[in-house]
């Protein structure tokens, strides 16, 4: 079981970094006021934060700042964690209102293996690449995957749109695995360049 609290019977926004590169600006603007806003206005009752060590930090220092039921939280029940070393299927699975609750979304980190995670439970997927790194596989893997309307790519500077863009793939969002239709610019079908990318950060 995780070591925090997972809501039951609520509507769930689940944000995850991954395991190895931090991501602090994916928690800042996961907990800014616009993004916070537009999560109450879609009906979400409860934010998770998979944050790393380094953003267990911005997360303290906002729960400092805004007491809970303050206006500011949105009446949100915000929650984080560092880390789950058993992954992070619960929290996923949370999200997708496996146990009872309504389907909410999960923002993820473009980590390929973070993404495969997502996309096998089947629960509406925002991808946001990481500006930080070095290499710009996280944003071609993201683009890509949107363009073929398996997930959301998200933004940094408009998260709330992305939760508006998450409304309509919940609609049309379609199932993992892909079939290998043979007109992929991979040319190899999606499965495999996931699998290739299985390298990079995740």
Same mark, same amino acid.
């Given at each position: 079981?995780?070591?925090?609290?997972?809501?039951?019977?609520?509507?769930?926004?689940? #944000?995850?970094?991954?395991?190895?590169?931090?991501?602090?600006?994916?928690?800042?603007a996961a907990l800014s006021q616009h993004f916070?806003?537009?999560?109450?206005?879609?009906?979400?009752?409860?934010?998770?934060?998979?944050?790393?060590?380094?953003g267990g930090k911005i997360l303290e220092d906002f729960q400092t700042c805004n007491y809970t039921g303050e206006d500011q939280r949105y009446k949100l029940g915000i929650a984080g964690f560092d880390f789950n070393r058993k992954g992070l299927g619960e929290e996923m699975r949370a999200a997708k209102g496996t146990a009872g609750g309504l389907e909410g979304v999960v923002i993820s980190h473009a980590g390929s293996g973070s993404i495969l995670d997502a996309l096998r439970i089947a629960v509406p997927l925002i991808v946001v690449p990481n500006p930080a790194l070095l290499d710009n596989h996280q944003e071609e893997l993201a683009e890509e995957l949107a363009n073929q309307g398996y997930v #959301?790519?998200?933004?940094?500077?408009?998260?709330?749109?992305?939760?508006?863009?998450?409304? #309509?793939?919940?609609?049309?969002?379609?199932?993992?695995?892909?079939?290998?239709?043979?007109?992929?610019?991979y040319g190899r079908g999606l499965a495999g360049v996931m699998d290739d990318e299985m390298g990079f950060v995740d």
């Open positions: 079981m995780a070591q925090h609290p997972l809501p039951s019977s609520k509507k769930l926004c689940f #944000v995850t970094i991954g395991a190895t590169a931090s991501f602090d600006s994916l928690i800042k916070l806003e537009a999560l109450q206005k879609n009906g979400y009752t409860n934010l998770l934060l998979q944050h790393g060590k380094e #959301v790519h998200g933004h940094l500077d408009d998260l709330a749109r992305a939760i508006r863009d998450s409304v #309509v793939l919940r609609e049309k969002q379609k199932a993992w695995p892909p079939k290998d239709t043979g007109d992929d610019i």
